[in-house]
């Protein structure tokens, strides 16, 4: 067929006014490609090239890499800014928060994630669909509104404490707002719907026959689940996990808003380096070390999503 | 295949009620206290609509709104474009060199984060303004590029799942009886993944509108986006102005939600019927 195909193409374009036709073809790649390299790919080389250089207090407030002075040409690869990094235990710290933020976060999502994806396929077809624009209404609107709405629940004289003092369960208001315990709930809560949607995708596609002759052999419903419905929706669980996983990393908005002066993700000590230090060298390196670290489950993400497109293509 | 069956447990009914209730109570209580006399955000002391008056006094807020909503609409415009040109190239066009990275391209923005890719951006716009005298100077002209790139690969994904359960034997169709790729694109592909463009218009629309971080790196003194004078406000602590604001965005999120999710079914309703019609002529 696509043999056929080719040969048509190749009379086609042999005929007159008809040599555009391989252009068109390449002007269609190169209109994305060209713009994504532009503003995608390169941005990186240049942050990876900023991380080499040395501050300094002058428009843009960085060195040079390459100089040509005295008939020498000096290539300075400076790596101070990432034995800076090593040195000072505060990005140590930052990274390792960071990561375990993440993880716990995720963790969190796919345990209220994944019932709720269930509970949603096994609906009926009418209220499966009403169901699911729910779960994705909130993230169609405001990121920064759903984050704020938690601090009049959390903070001091806020809702919970409110409540819990006319309950009389407690006098003195909990301090809730500006700890880790809020920046979880903040994450769990924003990122929530990116878990819901590839496991229900996961658990609409699969092969209900399987179940239904796991019961039949007389399994219990705990055992289907576990070794049926769970194998068969991994790759679900690894898509949301990725899209909660990787974001929640870098996170600056919750732990800012909501997290406490010592509730240092490492997207928040790139804010400050950048904007409050103006020290972009070492905000580069900062960047790129999160880049290393993310590159194993971007990469993952990646993967699946390929995997994903192929499946659905043949 | 045997069809999902329905499940009818009181574990599904308290995962429902629980799992949506911790999605809509924050949302619903800032809509109620919205209408809440005092200035105390939580403290109920009687109703009033005055914050929404004082919202709209706001001129920071509205210049925002304006600046917003006009990057807003011009950066989904360009995406629905790059993207839909890149979900084409990712299913219809398929082997070529450097069709790894290309795929791989477009799918890094989505889950990059956004720190990283404000400040990449940014160190770009100043080399290029070393480089090249442009630009000179960061406002809605930087703040558009950073947007198109990220919401691209959203659009990407939209329309490349549309591209792929269309059915192509109608596009083959068209090319056996001579039509050139240019004229069945235009003719046959584009109707049928319109409803996905749409989409992914409006979803470009809602995160360009939306964020903060990429468009903090990338502004410039004169550029205040929405997000950025929410941000700046919602730092200094809770203001019934901004439970206000939270109102009338869900409200038009809500509506537009809706809209679109009829306009879309009356759509495919349509579709179905005039293939249906069409195979009855034939």
């Given at each position: 067929?696509?043999?056929?195909?080719?040969?048509?193409?190749?009379?086609?374009?042999?005929?007159?006014?008809?040599?555009?036709?391989?252009?068109?073809?390449?002007?269609?790649?190169?209109?994305?490609?060209?713009?994504?390299?532009?503003?995608?790919?390169?941005?990186?080389?240049?942050?990876?090239?900023?991380?080499?250089?040395?501050?300094?207090?002058?428009?843009?407030?960085?060195?040079?890499?390459?100089?040509?002075?005295?008939?020498?040409?000096?290539?300075?690869?400076?790596?101070?800014?990432?034995?800076?990094?090593?040195?000072?235990?505060?990005?140590?710290?930052?990274?390792?928060?960071?990561?375990?933020?993440?993880?716990?976060?995720?963790?969190?999502?796919?345990?209220?994630?994944?019932p709720?994806?269930w509970a949603?396929?096994h609906?009926?077809?009418?209220?499966?669909?009403?169901?699911?624009?729910?779960?994705?209404?909130?993230?169609?609107?405001?990121?920064?509104?759903?984050?704020?709405?938690?601090?009049?629940?959390?903070?001091?004289?806020?809702?919970?404490?409110?409540?819990?003092?006319?309950?009389?369960?407690?006098?003195?208001?909990?301090?809730?707002?500006?700890?880790?315990?809020?920046?979880?709930?903040?994450?769990?809560?924003?990122?929530?719907?990116?878990?819901?949607?590839?496991?229900?995708?996961?658990?609409?596609?699969?092969?209900?026959?399987?179940?239904?002759?796991?019961?039949?052999?007389?399994?219990?419903p705990y055992?289907?689940?576990?070794?049926?419905?769970?194998?068969?929706?991994?790759?679900?669980?690894?898509?949301?996990?990725?899209?909660?996983?990787?974001?929640?990393?870098?996170?600056?908005?919750?732990?800012?808003?909501?997290?406490?002066?010592?509730?240092?993700?490492?997207?928040?000590?790139?804010?400050?380096?950048?904007?409050?230090?103006?020290?972009?060298?070492?905000?580069?390196?900062?960047?790129?070390?999160?880049?290393?670290?993310?590159?194993?489950?971007?990469?993952?993400?990646?993967?699946?999503?390929?995997?994903?497109?192929?499946?659905?293509?043949? | 295949?045997?069809?999902?069956?329905?499940v009818k447990s009181k574990f599904r009914t308290f995962v429902l009620l629980a799992?949506?209730?911790?999605?809509?109570?924050?949302?619903?209580?800032?809509?109620?206290?919205?209408?809440?006399?005092?200035?105390?955000?939580?403290?109920?002391?009687?109703?009033?609509?005055?914050?929404?008056?004082?919202?709209?006094?706001?001129?920071?807020?509205?210049?925002?709104?304006?600046?917003?909503?006009?990057?807003?609409?011009?950066?989904?415009?360009?995406?629905?474009?790059?993207?839909?040109?890149?979900?084409?190239?990712?299913?219809?066009?398929?082997?070529?060199?450097?069709?790894?990275?290309?795929?791989?391209?477009?799918?890094?923005?989505?889950?990059?984060?956004?720190?990283?890719?404000?400040?990449?951006?940014?160190?770009?716009?100043?080399?290029?303004?070393?480089?090249?005298?442009?630009?000179?100077?960061?406002?809605?002209?930087?703040?558009?590029?950073?947007?198109?790139?990220?919401?691209?690969?959203?659009?990407?994904?939209?329309?490349?799942?549309?591209?792929?359960?269309?059915?192509?034997?109608?596009?083959?169709?068209?090319?056996?009886?001579?039509?050139?790729?240019?004229?069945?694109?235009?003719?046959?592909?584009?109707?049928?993944?319109?409803?996905?463009?749409?989409?992914?218009?409006?979803?470009?629309?809602?995160?360009?509108?939306?964020?903060?971080?990429?468009?903090?790196?990338?502004?410039?003194?004169?550029?205040?986006?929405?997000?950025?004078?929410?941000?700046?406000?919602?730092?200094?602590?809770?203001?019934?102005?901004?439970?206000?604001?939270?109102?009338?965005?869900?409200?038009?999120?809500?509506?537009?939600?809706?809209?679109?999710?009829?306009?879309?079914?009356?759509?495919?309703?349509?579709?179905?019927?005039?293939?249906?019609?069409?195979?009855?002529?034939?």
């Amino acid at each position: 067929m696509r043999g056929t195909d080719n040969m048509n193409l190749d009379t086609l374009r042999q005929l007159p006014l008809m040599g555009w036709l391989p252009r068109g073809r390449h002007l269609v790649i190169a209109i994305p490609y060209v713009w994504m390299l532009l503003f995608f790919l390169i941005p990186f080389a240049i942050i990876l090239k900023i991380s080499f250089a040395e501050v300094q207090i002058a428009i843009p407030p960085y060195t040079d890499l390459v100089s040509y002075a005295e008939e020498k040409l000096n290539v300075v690869f400076n790596l101070g800014n990432y034995l800076y990094l090593l040195d000072d235990e505060m990005y140590l710290d930052s990274y390792l928060q960071s990561i375990q933020v993440a993880t716990i976060s995720t963790l969190l999502c796919l345990l209220i994630g994944y019932p709720m994806a269930w509970a949603i396929v096994h609906s009926s077809p009418a209220m499966r669909i009403a169901l699911l624009m729910l779960v994705v209404l909130p993230s169609w609107t405001s990121f920064l509104i759903r984050v704020y709405a938690w601090i009049g629940i959390l903070k001091n004289n806020g809702l919970i404490n409110n409540f819990l003092m006319w309950l009389g369960v407690i006098d003195e208001p909990l301090t809730l707002l500006h700890t880790n315990a809020a920046v979880y709930i903040g994450i769990v809560y924003a990122y929530l719907p990116f878990m819901i949607l590839p496991i229900y995708t996961a658990l609409m596609r699969m092969d209900y026959s399987l179940v239904e002759a796991a019961s039949d052999l007389g399994a219990r419903p705990y055992r289907t689940f576990l070794s049926i419905t769970l194998p068969l929706t991994k790759s679900g669980i690894i898509a949301g996990s990725m899209l909660v996983f990787i974001p929640a990393v870098g996170e600056f908005v919750i732990p800012e808003l909501l997290g406490g002066p010592d509730s240092l993700l490492i997207g928040r000590v790139l804010w400050q380096e950048f904007f409050n230090n103006r020290d972009w060298p070492v905000a580069s390196a900062v960047a790129v070390v999160m880049l290393i670290i993310l590159m194993v489950p971007i990469i993952w993400f990646y993967r699946y999503q390929r995997r994903e497109m192929q499946e659905n293509g043949s | 295949m045997t069809p999902i069956p329905q499940v009818k447990s009181k574990f599904r009914t308290f995962v429902l009620l629980a799992g949506f209730a911790f999605l809509y109570v924050p949302i619903l209580l800032l809509i109620v206290y919205s209408f809440n006399e005092s200035r105390l955000v939580t403290v109920w002391s009687g109703f009033s609509i005055k914050w929404y008056g004082e919202l709209f006094a706001d001129t920071l807020m509205m210049n925002g709104v304006t600046l917003s909503l006009s990057i807003g609409v011009m950066s989904a415009s360009m995406a629905v474009v790059i993207g839909t040109l890149a979900a084409f190239v990712l299913t219809r066009i398929g082997n070529f060199r450097g069709q790894t990275s290309f795929a791989f391209l477009m799918t890094a923005p989505m889950v990059m984060p956004e720190v990283i890719t404000g400040l990449a951006l940014l160190l770009l716009f100043v080399a290029m303004s070393n480089m090249f005298g442009w630009p000179t100077q960061r406002g809605a002209m930087t703040i558009w590029i950073a947007h198109v790139t990220f919401t691209a690969a959203y659009v990407t994904v939209i329309v490349r799942s549309r591209l792929q359960e269309l059915d192509r034997s109608i596009e083959e169709a068209a090319q056996d009886l001579g039509a050139t790729p240019l004229k069945v694109f235009f003719l046959i592909t584009l109707p049928s993944i319109a409803p996905a463009i749409a989409a992914g218009w409006l979803l470009g629309f809602t995160l360009s509108v939306d964020d903060l971080v990429i468009t903090s790196f990338v502004s410039g003194p004169n550029a205040t986006t929405l997000p950025m004078v929410v941000f700046s406000s919602v730092r200094l602590g809770v203001s019934p102005k901004i439970n206000a604001l939270a109102t009338l965005i869900i409200l038009v999120v809500s509506i537009a939600t809706f809209i679109g999710w009829w306009m879309m079914a009356a759509a495919e309703k349509r579709r179905k019927a005039e293939i249906a019609v069409a195979m009855q002529n034939s």
